[in-house]
């Protein structure tokens, strides 16, 4: 299914959001940000909580406004059309990590500073292997009444600047996800510098770390079904970001080339041009029908939702990639300058296509599937 | 797949009639004798109430709601039954459409009826030798003489003209306007003294499915002049809008079922469900399954957006340019699997559209880049109309 109608609350979510994004996550202010390599804006991030962006899909309980994963996913195409740095989709995984299991103590303990954006986490679920087969990069050892984490997390996004992490990890041949208070877990992080600046990468290393029993927030079956809800989330979030990114790519691309003067005109009225950006429409609207149909699969809880979700991934993050590049193309020499800022956008969209699973990692998944 | 509940008993009721009524050696039937088969065909569909699936009853149709009619599309490309409606596509859609919205009361009484009789098979005569992609630039000349037209000129890439009795028409009558604002819309027929078709035979080698047309000293009376002299541009570009909506549907799962048939092949090939994925085959498969999926997503969604908004959205403009290469790649996958047994001759007839030669739906793709408008006439189209770009400033 494709989303072919919002309600008038989601038609006013999406453009609140946009608003909000064009004023406070502006081309200059992604510029000032990831030039003082700072992580992200901590401003907009409040703005983001007060705006109930964190809790868009967490029980009302819990301090959520309770909505679906459509309307998370129209905050999501936002930040990527505005390549906002930050940790908004690690965040949202970990929210719904705890979600799932609004009993357990670690729910009462964050979910409310999660929400409104005090406290950050993130996640970290772990390599999806070329054969499209989701592993977890840790290894937990029964001791006592706890457990013994050790392992290397490699280019874990965001982990840095969480307070808490979401982590998946194996006990011999069972899945098992914990939720570590960064504070207290003795995990060795180390931030890798990107060339995507507005993005966070980091390792993690935990070399006999003891876990407490009370941060296990699933074990075995339980935490297999969990790990796979957000493996779909995280690569559904990313279609998403490319989503957004590529239109505002193709946008960018129309606007210049719709002013740019050679051989005595505009360059937009020369056909190699033309059919370029007629190209790039058609990538985006193919990016955008594959992640509307891996959203709507995870929305409703669908059969096909491992299909879409994959398919999303590897589709609109090609898409994404392919639309960037050509919007360099298309801009010719300014385009390859660090001062203009198109690279923004090219910077995400490769590193998107190897986040949360390689667009060949997805396409063996649907492979195996079939 | 259309499911809307209320439709569940409609399509049950319809495929069971398929079963009961299409005769098991349908393809032979319709080697030995396509013009009586088809008329049989279709007729069948309009007596049991499913066709012409998109006619209101006023002129005789069934009045189906649009979901009915994708249901019709989806039921018809599943079974094993003709294409449908076969060589009554131009009648039922372009004459049928122009004539409900352009046409005179007169002209509907006088030319639908004997289409929903299926006594009349119509073709298209727009292009020519001249007037591909610049299709208003035509110079085929219609004089007016008192009651009549008089018409020169020739016509060609007419499908279904070989079987055709009647065409609509596209000739010039005002050689001093500007090239849109002197072009007419006629309802010609091709019995009439001074027609001359000639078929074409095609790559694929099929015979009976395209033609020229020679126009010479053609009468036409004037009632058969549709809308305002002149005005034929304007009315030709709703009938081209009609090769669009429920119809491509078809097409996509078609393309679902070469595509499967493909896989299969390729299983075949890496039996080991461990290495199939990593495998470039499997690699290949995976993004043609996912390219598939997402065009019948388009298809769909452009339907239900119809449904709901009342308009296509954005993504209706790219269906042929995205469907079109897409069939390219996925007839070339099934050609690479099958090796030399993929280029073996089985069958090369469009009506046996249940062919296995994957050359022959190799091929057959091209149709779908280039007729109706170019794919490089849509992407200026796209780059013009929706992405708002300027126009050439040599192209007038």
């Known amino acids: 299914m494709q989303i072919t109608k919002l309600t008038p609350e989601q038609q006013a979510l999406s453009e609140v959001t946009r608003d909000v994004l064009a004023k406070e996550s502006s081309p200059s202010k992604v510029r000032d940000i990831t030039e003082s390599r700072s992580p992200f804006d901590r401003n907009l991030w409040k703005i983001a909580g007060d705006l109930g962006w964190h809790g868009i899909e967490v029980s009302a309980k819990l301090g959520g406004s309770a909505q679906s994963f459509i309307e998370a996913s129209l905050v999501l195409r936002e930040l990527g059309r505005t390549t906002t740095p930050g940790p908004y989709l690690s965040h949202q995984l970990a929210l719904r990590a705890l979600d799932s299991y609004p009993e357990h103590p670690a729910a009462a303990t964050w979910m409310e500073r999660l929400v409104s954006g005090e406290a950050v986490a993130a996640v970290a679920l772990g390599v999806l292997d070329r054969r499209g087969v989701a592993r977890p990069d840790f290894k937990a050892d029964a001791r006592g009444g706890g457990l013994v984490l050790n392992g290397i997390a490699r280019d874990v996004p965001d982990v840095g600047h969480a307070d808490l992490a979401v982590i998946a990890a194996m006990i011999d041949s069972d899945p098992v996800v914990l939720a570590a208070d960064i504070s207290t877990t003795p995990l060795n992080v180390t931030w890798q510098p990107t060339h995507d600046r507005t993005r966070s990468l980091f390792d993690v290393e935990a070399s006999g770390v003891e876990i407490n029993s009370a941060a296990v927030l699933a074990r075995g079956r339980a935490a297999g079904a969990l790990l796979e809800d957000l493996w779909r989330r995280a690569a559904t979030g990313i279609a998403l970001d490319a989503v957004g990114g590529a239109a505002k790519a193709l946008e960018m691309t129309v606007a210049y080339t719709s002013q740019r003067v050679q051989y005595g005109r505009v360059i937009a009225t020369f056909q190699a041009v033309k059919h370029t950006c007629a190209d790039m429409f058609v990538e985006s609207e193919v990016a955008r029908i594959a992640a509307d149909a891996a959203t709507l699969e995870i929305a409703a809880g669908g059969q096909r939702r491992d299909f879409w979700s994959s398919v999303a991934k590897f589709r609109a993050a090609d898409a994404y990639a392919q639309v960037a590049g050509d919007a360099l193309q298309m801009h010719g020499g300014i385009g390859m300058t660090w001062e203009f800022d198109l690279h923004y956008w090219l910077k995400r969209a490769k590193l998107n296509q190897v986040l949360y699973g390689s667009s060949d990692a997805h396409r063996a998944r649907v492979a195996a599937e079939s | ?396």
């Open chain 2, 1 to 396: 797949m259309a499911q809307d509940q209320n439709l569940v008993e409609f399509r049950s009721g319809f495929r069971n009639w398929l079963e009961r009524t299409v005769p098991g050696d349908w393809k032979s039937l319709l080697q030995s004798d396509l013009r009586s088969f088809n008329v049989w065909w279709v007729s069948a569909m309009r007596d049991a109430g499913y066709g012409p699936p998109h006619w209101s009853k006023e002129v005789g149709g069934p009045g189906l709601s649009l979901m009915q009619q994708l249901v019709i599309y989806e039921e018809t490309t599943q079974a094993d039954c003709p294409d449908y409606p076969g060589l009554f596509s131009c009648a039922y859609t372009h004459v049928h459409d122009t004539l409900t919205l352009h046409g005179t009361d007169e002209q509907i009484q006088t030319h639908l009826g004997p289409i929903l009789r299926a006594e009349r098979v119509w073709a298209q005569a727009f292009s020519e030798p001249e007037a591909g992609s610049d299709l208003a630039s035509l110079r085929t000349r219609a004089v007016r003489d008192g009651d009549r037209y008089i018409v020169n000129g020739q016509k060609i890439w007419s499908t279904l003209a070989p079987n055709a009795d009647w065409a609509i028409l596209l000739a010039r009558t005002d050689p001093e306007a500007p090239k849109h604002r002197g072009i007419s819309y006629f309802l010609v027929d091709l019995h009439s003294h001074g027609v001359d078709v000639r078929p074409i035979k095609q790559i694929t080698g099929a015979e009976d499915d395209f033609a020229e047309i020679f126009f010479t000293d053609v009468e036409i009376p004037v009632e058969n002049l549709v809308g305002r002299e002149n005005d034929g541009w304007r009315i030709a570009n709703t009938t081209l809008a009609a090769e669009r909506g429920p119809l491509a549907v078809p097409t996509a799962l078609k393309l679902r079922d070469a595509l499967a048939s493909a896989r299969a092949a390729a299983r075949d090939e890496i039996p080991d469900p461990d290495i199939f994925p990593v495998s470039a085959v499997g690699q290949r498969y995976a993004q043609l399954h996912g390219e598939v999926e997402i065009l019948s997503e388009m298809l769909y969604g452009t339907l239900a957006r119809f449904v709901e908004v009342g308009e296509p959205g954005p993504e209706s403009s790219i269906i042929k340019l995205y469907l079109a290469p897409l069939m390219q790649r996925v007839s070339a996958f099934g050609l690479d699997l099958a090796g030399a047994a993929g280029h073996h001759e089985v069958g090369s007839r469009r009506q046996d559209r249940a062919s296995d030669d994957w050359l022959v739906n190799h091929l057959g793709s091209w149709v779908w880049t280039i007729a109706g408008g170019s794919n490089q006439i849509q992407r200026n189209i796209i780059g013009e109309k929706v992405l708002g770009l300027p126009r050439d400033p040599l192209v007038k």
